[in-house]
């Protein structure tokens, strides 16, 4: 359908919007509950529209962004506002080396979390654990990449972090993430917020760790000069 809009003081335009609901995904005619625009500059305004499903009731808005072209028609792109997700919690900016696809999908999990979507947000957070340890793990060992890409979590942990601190928290999250991915709940006192904590744990002491090899390396590298 088409919903004219004043763009400007002299410009008033049909702006293209969908039969259909974003919501309940049916083919409706949605109603106008408002609408207007907002000129950013010379020739340039960002349009919106509020609409509602005749059907299930909700509201949406649509954006327009309308730039003025040569014959005072204006061009219209529709917006889409997909809001980026930060993640909550401080990631050493060397886990996007380290770990790029272990940060996407904790941030997917994250996504899936604020969805309410907490069964799947559960097991993507085990996951994203596998990813940190076993990216970290080889890091630190790389002439076992092979062999780490393959074993259960739980034995990398248990082979390869000293670290005591690293560790503990890292197996915790294990017990915690094996529960999110199963049928049977063997810690029913705990659930996808211990998990989370204990995973900010274990990024918290993974941050700090590289810190400490990084320093490492510095004063071995001085040793030898
Ligand atoms: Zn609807």
Redesign the pocket.
Known sequence: MFVEIQISNYARQDVVIENS?P????P?IPDVVSKGSSEKSVGKSNIFITLQ?P????FWVEEFSATLDGTNHYNLTHVEVKPELPSDIPMPEDIDIISPIGKDIYLQALKAENEKLNHIAGIGYRKALEFFVKDFVILTNMDDKAKIERMQLKQVIDTYIDDEELKTVALASTYIGNDEGHYFRKNPDKDIYDLKNYLHGFIFYLGKKLTFLDAQELVNRSKKS
């Open positions: 609901c919501n309940c995904r049916k409706i499903c059907g299930c009731e909700h």
